[in-house]
């Protein structure tokens, strides 16, 4: 009788720590997604000068990024 209530108990726990285990998951997903949401990607500008009008009319400083592979 003693083996059957430790088997049941054993059924139990790990059920419970499952049940953990996919709340904490889930949780976790659901966190991650509401971050992901929020990030606001760049803006690039195509050319030069719309990147210098874009630059005058909101009073910010501006980054050239350029590369070769001479």
């Known amino acids: 009788l003693t083996i059957a209530r430790q088997k049941l ?3 139990k726990t ?3 720590n499952n049940r953990i285990s996919i ?3 889930l949780l976790l997903v ?4 509401l971050y992901a949401v929020g990030v606001e990607t ?3 500008a195509n050319s030069v000068g ?3 009008e874009e630059a005058k009319k909101t009073n ?3 980054m050239i990024d350029f590369y070769t592979d001479w």
């Open 9 to 11: 108990m054993i059924n």
């Open 14 to 16: 790990a059920k419970w």
């Open 23 to 25: 709340m904490f998951s």
């Open 30 to 33: 659901i966190t991650l997604n």
């Open 42 to 44: 760049l803006q690039w």
């Open 50 to 52: 719309e990147g210098m």
């Open 60 to 62: 910010k400083p501006i």
